[in-house]
């Protein structure tokens, strides 16, 4: 039986490249899968933990639902990745300052 | 009884008073267009006119009396009007019969002076003042023409402004009056308070209404105005300095109307005087005629001669009123105006030739300096001839108006002085040693004026010195004339039949005559007078001077009695001290104590001033660096980096976990 610490070991050790994927990369695209590393991270923990609710499968099922919705917001943001790519001529969120036009 | 009608004698009163003071409108209204003195001669001249014909009315009748409502003061209403009887009517005729003359020999005296159109209107307030004090019937208007009296005085004394030494002597004058003008007041105050009235007639019928030792207070009082303007010891000293003004106004204030108002007002009030003080007044004025006459032996200045000359006479009309003789006191009064005047107008013959020969051949002298002078007889013999005529008046010579009035002063003088027990019966014999002084210095001023020779510097240009011109001729001819003695008795040797004298002591309790004073009075004085005229041709014009000139009493005599030092350094320099420590304490205290608050609140508002730039406005201003400064360090914050945004919103999640975790555990 694999411990719990384990695997939230490997959950922290993933949020932490996600977390640095998002906050160093000069790629939206590349910070986008950082957040999604770090989504992951998160339902590893779900999953994880879900053992402890072995008549329910709360974990595992929230786990589920948050797959979906990680993919459905992968897709809206790549869509607004692509439109901002095509306003800037860039993808570096580092150029990307100004709100308006 | 007084009237509200006015009748022909007070109509003419009225207006020789106010004709003076219309000149006196005019002359001032037409300012420097008033140069030949037209208006004020002709003021004077009506004046004469009107005061004769009030004259002929009122002597030896009845006394007219008239008044009217002045002004009411809560339920007390004060009156004005008008007194006509025998002294005032004299008085009006006699101030008249001397201006006229003077205003006359004014206008070739002063002729050419620049200021001359300030002398006409000068010359005519004073002649409206005194005119008014005369006919006055109440004490509130006397003392308003007394005031002016001495107020026109003041402005004539120091006509020619310019000279500091015609400034000085002003100022004195007004300041010695001054002090006699508040005795006058007192004594109003007094009289005031007792009878509730000012009405002269009422005191002088009901004198005994006030208590004696407050009729005795209130004669000192009015006698010391008397002795301020009359000039009596020791308030004289303005007198003598008075003569910096110019010589027609000497004869002026000298012969009717200023240093007269003071006997006036004693004959006027004379029911007032207990005996007391009749014996006070008597003194001063046998004390005043002496210290006078000795002063006038030693002086060098021709004028300043016969101011002491004045003096010493007025202190022998005190004498008379003195004695209870007011008659007798204004008898003397009328004779000594008419000779002193023509004093005065000789002297200012003279002077005026003496400053014309100065200014012609620039010579450095004194014009009025007795030692210059000498021989002028040969030069101006009718200056000489009027001269000697009023110097013999003076001296009281047989057949002038001097010889009766002096010797009838002299003579109810000793009378009274029998009635005298103690020092009082010295009185007499001081007067007949005055009138010895009296011969000496006038015939001393005498030799050395027209005897003799002149002194160098003029005696070259001697051929330049003629008589003075008609105008100022004809009114020394008419004072000459006045000064002998057919104006005022038929008979030159007996006082008894003047007629002044005889229009006057119907009032008077006369004394018991001593029949044999009579004779020997008038010898003695008339043979004094000779061989006093003796030593004089012997000293003077022989040149045979016999006496030191630094003696203790020749001294004393020529510094007139060192009084003017001694009121120096009594009074004078006290107070200009007291002054100057005012002036001290003013600039260092009363400015200091002003300063000091001015300066305490000046600093209080400069701290004020700081408290609020430095601790209020930097307050608000605190606050406005605080929510800079915290917006300074924010805006770093919102650079619009999306993962800076990010790594805040981590640390700060971090931070906030890890304080939990310390906390909870």
Redesign the interface.
Known sequence: MIPLTHFLVVGACLFAIGLYAVLARRNAILVLVGIELMINAAILNLVAFGRYDKTMYGGQVFALFAIVLAAAAVAVALAIILNVYKFYRSVNPEDIKNLKD | MPTTALTYPLLAALSAVLLPFIGFLLSAALGKHVRNGAISISAISLSLLAACYAFAQVWNQAPVHIQWHWFTIGEQAFHVGLLLDNIAVLMLVLVCVIALPVHIYSAAYMKGDPGIHRYWTYLSLFCFAMLGLVVADNLLLMYICWELVGFASYLLIGFWFTRDSAVQANKKAFIVNRIGDIGFLIGIGIVYSHLGTLDTGTLISTPETLPAPWLTVAGLAFFLGAMAKSAQFPLHVWLPDAMEGPTSVSSLIHAATMVAAGVFLLARLFPVFNETVLLVIATTGAVTAFVAAYFALTQYDIKKILAFSTISQLGFMMVGIGIGMYPVALFHLVTHAFFKCLLFLCAGAIIHEMQHVKETHALDIDPQDIRNMGGLRKHMPLTFATMLIASLALAGFPFTGGYLSKDALLVHTFEWAALQSGAAKLIPYVLVIVSMLTSFYILRLLANVFFGSLSNPLAKNKTHIHEAPMTMLIPMLFFAGCSLFPLFSVNPLNDGHVWLMQGLTTTVSTLPPLRLLHLVIPLLTTGVTGIVAVIIWHWYVNGKYPLKTNGLLYRLSQHQGYLDVLYNVAIVRPIVRLSHLLLWVDYHVVDGTVNGLAALGRSLAATAAWIDQRLVDGLVRLVGKIAWGLGHIFRRLQ?????RY??TL?LVILVILLYHIVVLL
Do not use: I, R
């Open positions: 650079t619009g980096g999306v993962q990010f790594a981590f």
